[in-house]
């Protein structure tokens, strides 16, 4: 039986999915290892009881860990805020077939074989194909249909790449 939902992407909604995208990638794993890094160096240059050297990695670590993604949120939400695009109503109807898509008037169909993985943040969806093109599902959104949405994925995509934890809905 499919499944119709209505979205609109909000800011929140795109700032999880792009963070996701950030911090999954080379820089923000760097930026991680960095930060874990300098966090190390804290408790070494501590135990040597070397103070002034701890402040300093204490300080990057902060910077890393802290102020980049505070930032990078700020500034990706100005942008989020002036782009109309993202906020237009898309319908998905979700079926064992696939998913078909309209925009605007246009519509657009991929069989379940098109993703290659679902993962699961805590307010979105996101399901991404070969092309490392995604569709983001605000979980507020999705309402009653939450369960049969994520029922279809883990049914119709290989168990390994798919990670959404069923819970999300009651977290949110």
């Known amino acids: 039986m499919p499944v119709t939902v209505e979205v609109s992407l909000d800011e929140q909604s795109m700032i999880d999915y792009m963070m996701h995208t950030i911090y999954t990638k080379g820089v923000g ?9 300098n966090i190390g160096l804290v408790f070494a ?5 070397e103070y002034p050297q701890m402040l300093l990695f204490a300080a990057f670590a902060v910077i890393v860990l802290l102020v980049f ?12 805020k002036d782009n109309k695009r993202i906020s237009t109503p898309v319908t998905y109807e979700f079926s064992d077939e696939g998913i ?15 993703f290659k993985k679902a993962r699961s943040k805590k307010r979105i969806i996101m399901l991404f194909d070969a ?6 599902l605000p979980v507020d959104q999705l309402g009653d249909h ?10 119709n995509m290989p168990a390994p790449d798919v990670r959404i934890n069923r819970l999300d809905k009651k977290k949110g």
Request: no cysteine; charged share 20%.
């Open 100 to 114: 078909v898509t309209t925009t605007g008037g246009k519509r657009g169909k991929a069989s379940w074989k098109a």
């Open 45 to 49: 240059f501590f135990m040597r009881k």
């Open 146 to 155: 939450y369960t049969q949405i994520v029922d279809l994925i883990f049914n």
């Open 131 to 136: 092309k490392k093109q995604s569709i983001i």
């Open 69 to 80: 993604p505070y930032l990078l949120k700020r500034n990706m939400s100005k942008t989020i």
């Open 29 to 37: 794993v760097f930026s991680i290892v960095l930060g874990i890094l």
